[in-house]
């Protein structure tokens, strides 16, 4: 049973610093060292999860095993870790309230007003300590979402004033994270917005004891000395993160910096011996020096926002780094797409991935490319819609089923072969009731799935409400197409392939998700290797 310590990680000048990847580096470094570690994410806003969020609001949502629909920091916590998050990883300002709201109605305040504090941030610290009480973690690393200033942070900073006061100063530390910002006309770096950024923090009752500092240029020992004299920290304590090519540099960057040190310095824990990063830096070293390159198109209708595809992005680059081959994603809008334009749009590309999505628009653009990629032999790797985008094209075009659609995009059509889930049909709330999270899934030998995962029995995670309609089995598997891995409860379909075909799979389910550095997903492995063998 271990007693958890406790580093809670605030932002502040401006958003989009970093936060995610300073927690995630950190934990990285902490568990390299022989502490247990893990990251959870506290959001501000009023959303119970960010499921109900379109993508241009929030980037993708990152699925959990336990079903939980969770901020985008959570896949980079796993990806860094290699250990699975869960619903208790991530939690926002909505589920307190609904939380507080749900115990008043309950009667359980004996009468009292509820209120901010001390009701909600009571909830919010219950919350705080829960996974460090379960005695599996060294160290929990709290990150809070927005930025120090913003009045809805307010409760959580107040939450994380009363914690350090009650779990004392050698369990806890906080971790300002600040901007150096450099105005090329004076020719200087500026350290103003992280003194007020830290003030701010301060007059709430909160003293940072690291700040890490974002900057373009490297900081001198005299702006390094003017930084821990106005913050009040000490200079060893002001972490320099300068900007990077990739995220999986920050990690050394931060092992330079000796930010796992001097947290463990604060937190009263021996440094043990050092980090062993050997993996990491073999990953990072194969991600720098490829042999070779491949194309790839990534067909969506989020495609603007980088964000909405995180996982997919991060994937190739686990899977390009395993080929020691540099996947070019080069991301086409689907709805950019039509039969005249396609052989264009897809030119010069050694494969394509199709993405998920919901609602119909640009779903008619994925059908054209799939099409196109099935009939010139090109590697096809359909994900959740893009699988079912697959199924409605083969129906269409193969099997003469006119009009085939799934029944999210023309609930009258003819040949429904994407049907919504018996269990989706009378559900009325829209926020946590896909099928999410981990089922298993049972793949057929002597297919390509079972070629690329080398085993029969698999568990993925899921975020949809239609699925492959069952009534076309048998019209699918005659007219050529394999169901090669089905759900053994409910014989739900979970991945469609085409075995005449170099490189031809679609999944219901998000294997992205489960890509980490330490195990990047096979299907993205296998998908690159059949693309660089196309081009070939
Ligand atoms: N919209 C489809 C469904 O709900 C696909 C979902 C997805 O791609 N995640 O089944």
């Given at each position: 049973m271990k007693k958890a310590k406790y580093v809670f990680v605030t932002g502040g000048v401006t958003s989009s610093l970093g936060k995610g990847i300073i927690a995630a580096s950190l934990a990285k470094l902490l568990q390299s060292r022989g502490y247990s570690t893990t990251i959870q994410k506290f959001d501000p806003y009023i959303n119970v999860d960010p499921g109900t969020m379109n993508p241009y609001e929030h980037g993708e949502c990152y699925v959990t095993n336990d079903g939980a629909e969770t901020d985008l920091d959570l896949g980079h916590y796993e990806r860094f870790l290699n250990i699975p998050t869960s619903q208790a990883n991530n939690v926002t300002t909505g589920r307190i309230y609904q939380t507080v709201i749900d115990n008043e109605r309950d009667g359980k305040y004996l009468g009292k007003t509820v209120q901010v504090i001390p009701h909600i941030t009571d909830e919010i610290k219950r919350r705080m300590l829960l996974l460090g009480e379960s005695g599996d973690y060294d160290v929990v690393i709290t990150e809070l979402g927005g930025t120090v200033g913003d009045i809805e942070s307010l409760p959580y900073v107040e939450a994380v004033r009363q914690l350090r006061w009650e779990l004392g100063t050698d369990d806890s530390c906080v971790i300002h994270l600040t901007l150096i910002p450099y105005l090329s006309a004076a020719g200087e770096l500026k350290t103003k917005p992280t003194q007020h950024s830290v003030k701010g923090l301060q007059e709430l009752g909160v003293q940072p004891d690291i700040l890490v500092c974002r900057t373009e240029h490297k900081l001198t020992s005299d702006i390094r000395k003017k930084i821990a004299l106005f913050c009040n920290v000490n200079q060893n304590a002001v972490i320099e993160s300068i900007d990077v090519d990739s995220i999986y540099e920050v990690p050394l960057v931060m092992l330079k910096e000796k930010l796992d040190k001097v947290t463990l310095a604060k937190l009263r824990l021996s440094a043990k011996n050092e980090p062993e990063l050997d993996k990491w830096k073999d990953f990072l070293f194969k991600l720098d020096h490829p042999k070779t390159e491949v194309n790839i198109g990534l067909v969506g209708k989020y495609v603007e926002l980088q964000d909405a595809y995180k996982s997919i992005n991060e994937a190739f680059n686990h899977a390009g780094a395993m080929n020691e081959c540099k996947v070019n994603v080069r991301s086409i809008?689907?709805?950019?797409?039509?039969?005249?334009?396609?052989?264009?749009?897809?030119?010069?590309?050694?494969?394509?991935?199709?993405?998920?999505?919901?609602?119909?628009?640009?779903?008619?653009?994925?059908?054209?490319?799939?099409r196109y990629l099935r009939e010139n032999n090109i590697p096809f790797f359909g994900i959740c819609?893009?699988?079912q985008c697959a199924v409605v094209e083969y129906g269409r075009n193969v099997l003469g089923l006119k009009d085939a659609h799934s029944v999210e995009m023309n609930d009258g059509t003819k040949h429904p072969v994407i049907d919504i889930m018996e269990s989706q049909k009378k559900l009325t709330k829209m926020g946590g009731t896909m099928r999410l999270g981990a089922y298993d899934c049972e793949v057929k030998k002597s297919t390509l799935a079972h070629k690329i995962y080398g085993k029969v029995n698999i568990k993925e995670r899921h975020r949809h409400r239609y699925e492959f309609n069952n009534s076309y089995m048998d019209q699918y598997i005659q007219g050529g197409m394999n169901m090669s891995g089905i759900n053994p409860e409910t014989g739900l379909v979970e991945i469609v392939e085409l075995p005449d075909h170099p490189f031809f799979i679609g999944v219901q389910f998000h294997p992205e998700l489960k890509s980490t550095v330490a195990n990047p997903h096979p299907l993205f492995v296998k998908f690159v290797k059949a693309a660089m063998e196309v081009q070939v």
């Open positions: 809008q689907s709805e950019s797409l039509s039969k005249d334009n396609i052989k264009e749009k897809l030119a010069g590309l050694d494969g394509v991935l199709v993405a998920p999505g919901f609602g119909d628009r640009g779903i008619e653009g994925k059908i054209d490319a799939i819609l893009g699988m």
